[in-house]
């Protein structure tokens, strides 16, 4: 730290007590009060120096007794005037960053001009502030900070602004060409030559850490109002907005113990004190900072970490923030929601109620500030995609991420048995249909919440189902969900017939493939006439033969199951046509079934065809019966 050393006589003060005593030798004639310090001095030292003190011992001198003088406004206190009077006695003290804005504060009150002698203190401490401490860093960010205790002076004389100015332009400079001694954090530096430079200024010097963040940690021991001012100045620099993202959020961690729970010991530890000797704020510190905070970040996405939103977030909740704060945060998650992980959707509930275990309302509504801002930017519309172009389209990416993140969430959240079911619905349904390629995850979700809520009615329970689409279910789910007890039986009926389309879809295709393969395998095995790519190619269709078999073998296990349940459901119609029609109403399909119709159609053409032949054979026996006779 730079610093410059005044007068030239030995130190003649000594304290006693609450008192402070020059020792010169002669009797004090005048008693100064700065708070509850005493000062015994002489009275020429002091009004050869000031204006003030010499109109305030004009109007003591008159009446008897011992001189007193009463401060109580001082900028400083008694440690500052105890400078001020060692300057006036000529003793020596020596100017610092930390104290050179309460010296100059103190002499500009105590009217210390160069009216009452050459270099007086206020052209002393003027000169040291600008030619020495604003021209480097780490003394420009310890003036700033001492103007905290004095601001209204400070103001008045300018140094708050020139402090934050120089602060500033230091921060938006390159370090390596502008040669601050930011990573030597106010260390001295050296020359190429190795010799330390006055000030630690050089023009050749190196620095080693040239990064845009070297002065997040410095700049957050500032208090909330100047570190506003300074990152205001920082951008009207130009600096970017990412740069200044990253250093609100480095303040943020340092005052709201909520965003760095994982901290380690020797983390913290590297973290400057707190500009109030307080320690950390206080919880209605913490919110007042979080909402000032809010109105600083940057609306741009991507610039903030999700991470560090959904903290924000979920400290606010904690703290009871205002609501504007709140919307705020959610809406700012909202613009990124597709950069998020599951850990960050999963926030406790901090109501007093505590309905549910998890927060499911603040993640809907950031759902919905995603999906209008999706559909702001140009997302898609159902009516516009098709089959084909769901997994093709870049645009779709972030909302299936969305999607898939979402049916990840509920799948965690159901097993709440506190969760209503119109919240789960209201989540599931909130996610648009073509941003899910697949169902997979919502049947999961679907199956979790049945298994920890048994006591759903049978309505409730086909209600839930219908969230998903049994089509857009791979032949895995579909596999899983036709031996679901808990599914209703409208749905398990729906999977198998799907599952069946699924199956005949593959097996044609593969037949396809298998064809195609086999004429360009050989049509290459002829060209290259090469044994080699005939044994592979018959290795191949072994494969796919195998493949085949153990289709056909699915196939007719479930033509075998759904033959079993046509024979329940003629078993349930033997009680009674009522009864029957009752049934086939709720499971909502005919007696005879489309996929059986068939067989039965086929079965009674032949039987026709069985009953003609016998008739003719049996008028043929009676025509030939009749000509024996006549003959």
């Known amino acids: 730290m730079a610093s ?22 002669l009797p004090s004639d005048i008693i100064v009060e700065v708070g509850e310090m005493s000062f015994h001095l002489h009275k020429f030292p002091l009004l050869s120096r000031s204006g003030m003190m010499e109109k305030l011992i004009a109007e003591a001198s008159g009446g008897e007794g011992a001189c007193v003088i009463n401060l109580p406004d001082i900028p400083g206190g008694d440690k500052t005037f105890e400078l001020v009077a060692k300057f006036c006695y000529g003793v020596k003290l020596e100017l610092l960053a930390t104290n050179v804005v309460y010296l100059r ?9 160069e009216e009452y002698g050459d270099g007086n203190l206020i052209s002393q401490t003027e000169s040291f502030l600008n030619q020495v401490v604003l021209r480097n860093w780490k003394d420009s960010l310890k003036a700033l900070q001492s103007c905290e205790d004095v601001l209204p002076l400070a103001e008045d004389l300018n140094i708050t602004k020139r402090c934050i100015e120089s602060l500033a332009v230091k921060a938006s400079s390159d370090p390596n060409l502008s040669g601050w001694p930011i990573s030597e954090y106010g260390g001295p530096m050296q020359s190429p030559g190795g010799s330390v430079l006055w000030n630690g200024i050089s023009t050749g010097a190196r620095i ?30 130009g600096i970017k907005q990412d740069v200044l993202a990253g250093s609100l959020t480095s303040y943020a961690k340092k005052y709201l113990p909520g965003l760095n729970r994982r901290q380690t010991a020797s983390e913290s530890k590297n973290h400057l004190e707190p500009a109030h000797s307080g320690g950390l704020p206080s919880e209605e510190d913490q919110k007042l900072l979080l909402e000032e905070l809010d109105n600083l970040l940057p609306n741009h996405k991507g610039l903030i970490p999700t991470k560090i939103l959904f903290s924000l977030l979920r400290t606010a909740l904690i703290l009871r923030a205002s609501p504007s704060c709140i919307s705020n945060l959610e809406r700012r998650i909202g613009m990124q929601l597709d950069q ?14 505590m309905e549910t275990l998890y927060n499911v309302e603040c993640v809907e509504r950031i759902l919905e500030h995603f999906l209008a801002m999706d559909q702001v930017t140009g997302g898609m519309s159902p009516t516009s995609i098709d089959n084909g172009q769901l997994m093709g389209s870049p645009s779709l990416t972030p909302i299936t991420m969305v999607a898939k993140l979402i049916d990840g969430y509920l799948a965690e959240v159901a097993p709440d048995v506190n969760l209503k079911l119109p919240k789960f619905q209201s989540l599931a349904a909130a996610v648009p249909d073509y941003a899910r390629p697949l ?22 329970r086909e209600q839930l189902c219908r969230l998903m689409d049994c089509q857009k279910l791979s032949l895995e789910a579909c596999t899983h969900a036709a031996q679901n007890e808990r599914l209703p039986l409208r749905i398990i009926v729906q999977v198998l017939f799907f599952e069946q389309l699924q199956l005949r879809t593959s097996i044609s295709s593969c037949f396809q493939s298998d064809n195609i393969d086999g004429s360009r395998q050989l049509r290459s095995g002829l060209v290259a006439s090469s044994d080699a790519g005939w044994n592979t190619a018959v290795r191949e269709n072994q494969v796919l033969k195998v493949g085949m078999d153990s289709m056909r073998r699915r196939v007719s296990e479930l033509e075998k199951e759904c033959s079993n349940m046509k024979q329940e459901i003629q078993k349930l119609g033997r009680a009674g046509t009522s009864t029957w029609g009752n049934m086939s109403k709720k499971f909502g399909f005919n007696l005879k079934s489309q996929m059986c119709s068939a067989q039965e159609g086929s079965v009674s053409n032949h039987n026709l065809e069985t009953g003609k032949g016998e008739k003719t054979k049996e008028k043929h026996g009676k025509h030939k019966n009749k000509q024996l006779s006549l003959k």
Request: with cysteine.
């Open 4 to 25: 410059l050393k005044l007068g030239s006589k030995a130190d003649a003060f000594q304290r006693k007590g609450q008192a402070w005593f020059c020792t010169t030798g």
């Open 105 to 113: 504060c103190a002499s500009e009150h105590l009217e210390m001009t």
């Open 208 to 237: 080693k850490n040239s990064s845009s963040d070297w002065w997040y940690e410095d700049i957050s021991c500032l208090s909330l109002p100047l570190y506003k001012r300074l990152i205001s100045a920082m951008e009207s620099r």
């Open 340 to 353: 998020a992980s599951l850990e960050d959707l999963l926030m406790p509930n901090f109501s007093y109620t």
């Open 439 to 460: 169902d997979d995850g919502l049947y999961r979700a679907i199956d979790i919440y049945l298994k920890a809520h048994p006591w759903l009615a049978d309505a409730d």
